[in-house]
């Protein structure tokens, strides 16, 4: 067997706290920690002190840290990043009183935004959505979920999950696709919704073959589709092994998130008026649910998710931006960590396992999101004293560098 000098880690970084959320509670902190590497898989995660041997001979580079700490690279698990103009009028619109649901109605929304994103070819598309991952990249994170929906169908669907895999290669990150032809009903099909579902069932496959496809996800909602609609796209999901994931019960209960934990899904996502039989069935399911707290915020909700419920029955609860011109024009997933500590008194610790551990759950991900020898090298330093300061922080950049597959990024 070769010595350890024989085949040296790639990296190795000393002289930082870890908190590597490798344990069902707590932040799992290392003091004057070590953390090494090779192959983009971590070879090493512990105290200094117990480190095999001398740093400097244990790797082909070994960097100081300097203080700070060492966190599992932030996992965005619900964005839609991917679309095209903005919605900022309606922003104006809703300060002077009028409701989300009154403007969707009224043909804006999400269909104004699929008005500009179909306009958009796809280079246009790209340049118009890379600043945003690149914003959530400077905000330490490594791997983000980006669904469809604002294009409504074939072409453009496929148009905004290409444009998704492009920005992981552009920027050499994790990026999972999720398809979310469900999202709203185009208005080519007005008074149709169960003739558009048929498309969106035929459409599927079509995407899936291509490589497309990591999850698929409904808008399961009074301004979105019912529960049997949801239903024959969550079949069409499971007839191809394909997981699936739920916009569920955010502004009214229509029994989301047991539909998508009958399903077995990944997550129930936004759940604020998710009923305890919801949350019983996501408990008995392994269901995430995903915390939103940049719509509730920006729509001014006041209505709180079952945390109490999530928590007495150990529903993992995860955080993400919902990074979209709408409802959550979101650029930061340490913001939406701070916002869910403020709005839904997560305390940090639960807001950054939401952000890391849980994230990479309701993704499917069990390769990354804690820091264990074995997982993947993804890993963020954040020039803090303590880890509560990353949602103590409103903005600012207290992230030194980020690290994914052992490699350091450049946003
Ligand atoms: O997660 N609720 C549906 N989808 C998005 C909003 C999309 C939009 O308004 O453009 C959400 O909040
Ligand atoms: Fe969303």
Redesign the pocket.
């Known amino acids: 067997m070769p010595s350890v000098a024989d085949t040296p880690w790639d990296g190795l970084i000393v002289g930082a706290s870890l908190a590597t959320l490798d344990a069902d509670a707590g932040y799992g902190g290392i003091e004057d920690g070590a953390i090494g590497w090779r192959d983009g898989i971590l070879a090493y995660v512990g105290p200094r002190a117990a480190l095999p041997g001398d740093p400097a001979a244990l790797a082909r580079q070994t960097i100081d840290a300097g203080g700070g700490w060492i966190t599992p690279a932030l996992i965005d698990c619900h964005t839609?990043l991917v679309f095209a103009g903005d919605r900022a009028g309606e922003f104006e619109q809703r300060l002077q009183g009028a409701s989300y649901e009154q403007i969707a109605r009224a043909g804006g929304?999400?269909v104004s935004?699929v008005r500009a994103t179909r306009a958009a070819d796809e280079a246009e598309l790209l340049a118009q959505s890379l600043p945003r991952a690149r914003a959530l990249l400077a905000d330490g994170v490594a791997t983000i979920e980006i669904k469809s929906g604002y294009g409504l169908d074939y072409d453009n669907e496929r148009k905004m999950l290409r444009v998704a895999r492009r920005i992981g290669e552009a920027l050499g990150i994790g990026v999972r696709t999720t398809f979310l032809g469900a999202?709203a009903l185009p208005p080519e099909f007005a008074g149709n919704p169960d003739g558009y579902i048929d498309r969106v069932c035929e459409w599927l496959p079509r995407l899936h073959a291509e490589g497309l496809v990591d999850a698929v996800d409904a808008?399961c909602?009074r301004i979105?589709f019912d529960a049997a609609q949801t239903r024959r796209v969550f079949e069409a999901a499971r007839a191809l092994g394909l997981p699936v994931k739920l916009?569920a019960d955010?502004l009214s209960d229509g029994d989301g998130a047991a539909l998508v934990a009958e399903f077995g899904g990944l997550s129930a996502d936004?759940v604020e008026h998710t009923s305890v039989g919801g949350v019983r069935a996501m408990a008995e399911h392994g269901t995430v649910a995903v915390l939103?707290p940049g719509?509730f915020h920006v729509l001014r909700e006041t209505k709180l998710p079952p945390l109490d419920e999530f928590r007495a029955r150990h529903v993992p609860m995860a955080v993400a931006t919902?990074c979209?011109?709408?409802?959550?024009p979101l650029q930061s997933l340490r913001l939406a960590m701070a916002l869910a500590c403020t709005h839904f008194k997560l305390t940090p610790e639960e807001a950054l396992r939401g952000a890391t551990v849980h994230a990479a759950r309701a993704l499917g991900l069990h390769d990354r999101g804690a820091l264990r020898a074995g997982m993947r090298a993804d890993f963020a330093h954040w020039a803090i004293a303590q880890p509560a300061e990353l949602c103590y922080w409103l903005g600012g950049n207290s992230l030194r560098s980020v690290y994914i597959g052992g490699n350091r990024a450049h946003s």
């Open positions: 839609h929304g999400i935004t999202h808008f909602e979105g916009h955010q936004h939103l719509a919902d979209n011109p709408g409802t959550s």
